[in-house]
């Protein structure tokens, strides 16, 4: 069953190829949607797919990239809005 997370994810997670991970790792769980760099210093991701798929994300999250240091993770679990064709990363 598809379904959409959206996650804000606070820590140590810019500046230390967040961003990059997150979309490699969301491609290979054939998942789409975006991530991006807030300006508080908190990193922000949309994704959709299989649920499954998407709970591994979120766990993948929470180590993230090897210089990140993940403190929590507010997630939000949605029906899915079926507007992205891939995972980008995505600037303001």
Known sequence: M???????IYGRVQM???????R???KKL???GWVMNKSDG???LIAE?????LKQLIDWCYNGSML?????????????AGQFK????KYK
């Open 86 to 89: 891939e995972f980008n990363i």
């Open 42 to 44: 908190t990193v922000e």
């Open 49 to 53: 797919g299989e649920e499954e798929n």
């Open 2 to 8: 598809n379904k959409q997370i959206i996650l804000k």
């Open 30 to 32: 054939d998942l789409v």
């Open 68 to 80: 990140a240091k993940v403190d929590k993770i507010n997630i939000v679990w949605q029906e899915p």
């Open 24 to 26: 490699r790792q969301a």
């Open 16 to 22: 230390v190829m967040y961003r990059d991970s997150a």
